[in-house]
Nanobody
Framework: QVQLVESGGGLVRTGGSLALSCAAS????????MGWFRQAPGKGREFVAA????????YYADSAKGRFTISRDNAKTSVYLQMNSLKPEDTAVYYC?????????????????WGQGTQVTVSS
């Protein structure tokens, strides 16, 4: 099993920045890809970004390109999401997710492990 714990959420004004972290523990060696998703009230879970542990290949949603950066450490213990130029529509609960197969995908059903989420609120 893999345990994921997100941190770093909070309240920020439009145009501001936040840095999210995801601490991974347990059998992280069984994961190949880590991703960030978000879910706003009344909406489905939306892909934000993903990264491979090996090689650090990345994949971003169009809404995240140019504003968000996903990164990871080499020890398979942490994944990060740097969010800049935040907008009110970025308001959501942000989830860290882990996938066993080392192929990038934006589909939430492709991820086996999930954290509890951290709230990000962007005020206008």
């Amino acid at each position: 099993q893999v345990q994921l714990v997100e941190s770093g959420g909070g309240l920020v004004r439009t145009g501001g920045s936040l840095a999210l972290s995801c601490a991974a523990s347990g059998r992280t060696s069984s994961t190949g890809v880590m991703g960030w998703f978000r879910q706003a009230p009344g909406k489905g879970r939306e892909f934000v970004a993903a990264i491979t542990w090996s090689g650090g290949s990345t994949y971003y949603a169009d809404s995240a390109k140019g504003r968000f950066t996903i990164s990871r450490d080499n020890a398979k213990t942490s994944v990060y999401l740097q969010m800049n130029s935040l907008k009110p529509e970025d308001t959501a609960v942000y989830y860290c997710a882990g996938r066993r197969i080392g192929v990038l995908t934006p589909m939430p059903e492709g991820y086996e492990y999930w954290g509890q989420g951290t709230q990000v609120t962007v005020s206008s």
